[in-house]
């Protein structure tokens, strides 16, 4: 009996989308592979042994609101892993919304994820579906730890900080090099406030000696997630890799931007930003090693007299973000799904949930601790 397939990855040539159809794969749901080049997403999803013998097609369509529309119809879920989403996202979020389709993206760009929750949040929600920008590693994991943290009665301050150390793909580094041309906000008590330009600092990574540079990096999608939340009053967020030479020159490019490009209108600063981004990164990286590529997230949460410590030790962020693809599609088909509207991953299917999924793949382990 031919497969009635309720699921697309959309952008499922790229390093992320191949990682998340492994995902899928491992969870036996079929799916279509979908993007701008029929003969590019064979060839790609060919490298992906786990796809041997699983049921998926491969399907190009024109990247246009129409065209998706139609293509959506019938599905359930569509991941959308093309970016950067800022310039790219829009078709394929009216599409989903068009022809009835929870959305989940990849993205870590901020300003994207306050553009879908004004625009389209109300929208999803009054057609009972999920609109769920940033369900990756960044900005999930510290949505999942933050959960933690807020279960312990009187917290209020979110303080969450990533350490990665993986490769990046070539969207990534587009996308992330946006956040030169953005503003970056973080929640002190419950209002945003705009971090000032191209400014690192120095931060402690629990369980490690050496202080480490570390910038907003966009501002984080925490901000994001809690701003209207009444559990929070202050959320900040930021990021450290731990190569740290590299890191340095990503710092050099955000105050190249401000010498050089802030006075350029939006497209050209995107235009430099796209451009930056591709030369700094030409090639595909290799899968992750979870011995070499590993991660940390530390939440510190604190209330009026009490605090408390979630830290995430993990590895493969870029697999990780496969694996909340793969989970997202998995429970919204068994009936789930949490919350429609505007949701952070933790709302839409729960972050011991989430957590779990991670550790019971070898993805991360946790701790949390009342200090
Ligand atoms: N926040 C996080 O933790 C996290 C983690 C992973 C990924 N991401 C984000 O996810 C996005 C994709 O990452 P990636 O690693 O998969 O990047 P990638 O390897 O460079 O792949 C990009 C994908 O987008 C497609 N694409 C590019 N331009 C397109 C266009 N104009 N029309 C249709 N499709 C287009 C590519 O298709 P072709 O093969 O046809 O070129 C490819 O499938 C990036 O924005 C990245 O920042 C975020």
């Given at each position: 009996m031919a497969t009635t397939y309720e699921v697309v990855l959309y952008g499922a040539s790229g390093y992320t989308g191949k990682l998340t159809a492994w995902k899928l794969a491992e969870r036996g749901i079929p799916f279509i592979a979908a993007g701008r080049s029929k003969e590019r997403l064979e060839e790609e999803l060919a490298k992906v042994p786990e796809l041997a013998g699983h049921d998926y097609q491969c399907v190009a369509v024109q990247h246009e609101t129409g065209a998706l529309t139609e293509f959506f119809k019938g599905k359930k879920v569509v991941i959308n892993i093309v970016g950067p989403f800022m310039q790219l996202g829009s078709p394929v979020v009216e599409a989903s919304l068009a022809a009835g389709c929870n959305y989940f993206d990849t993205t870590g760009e901020t300003d994207w994820m306050s553009l879908l929750k004004r625009t389209y949040g109300e929208s999803f929600a009054a057609r009972g579906l999920a609109l769920c920008?940033?369900?990756?590693y960044m900005w999930a994991e510290g949505n999942l730890a933050a959960e933690i943290a807020l279960e312990?009665?009187?917290?209020?301050t979110l303080d969450v900080l990533y350490l990665g150390d993986s490769e990046v793909s070539v969207a990534s580094t587009m996308s992330f090099l946006r956040m030169c041309t953005q503003p970056q906000f973080y929640l002190r008590n419950k209002q945003l406030v705009q971090w000032p330009w191209a400014t690192p600092y120095q931060v402690h990574v629990p369980g490690e000696h050496m202080l480490l540079n570390a910038l907003p990096w966009s501002g984080g999608g925490e901000p994001v997630w809690y701003?209207?939340?009444?559990?929070?009053r202050n959320c900040q967020t930021l990021v450290s890799f731990r190569n740290q030479e590299r890191f340095l020159a990503v710092v050099g490019l955000l105050k190249k931007f401000e010498e050089e490009c802030r006075h350029l209108d939006p497209a050209k600063q995107e235009e430099v930003t796209n451009e930056w981004g591709k030369a700094v990164t030409q090639v595909e990286p290799p899968r992750e090693n979870p011995d070499v590529n590993r991660c940390t997230l530390s939440c510190q949460g604190r209330g009026n007299t009490n605090s408390v410590s979630v830290i995430l030790r993990g590895n493969s962020p870029y697999a990780q973000t496969g694996v909340l693809g793969a989970e997202a599609a998995r429970r919204v088909l068994r009936g789930q799904l949490h919350a429609v509207g505007f949701v952070s991953p933790a709302q839409a299917f729960g972050a011991r949930n989430l957590v779990a999924a991670q550790a019971e793949e070898g993805y991360l382990a946790y701790e949390v601790k009342s200090v």
């Open positions: 920008p940033g369900n990756s312990t009665p009187g917290i209020d701003q209207d939340d009444p559990r929070v």
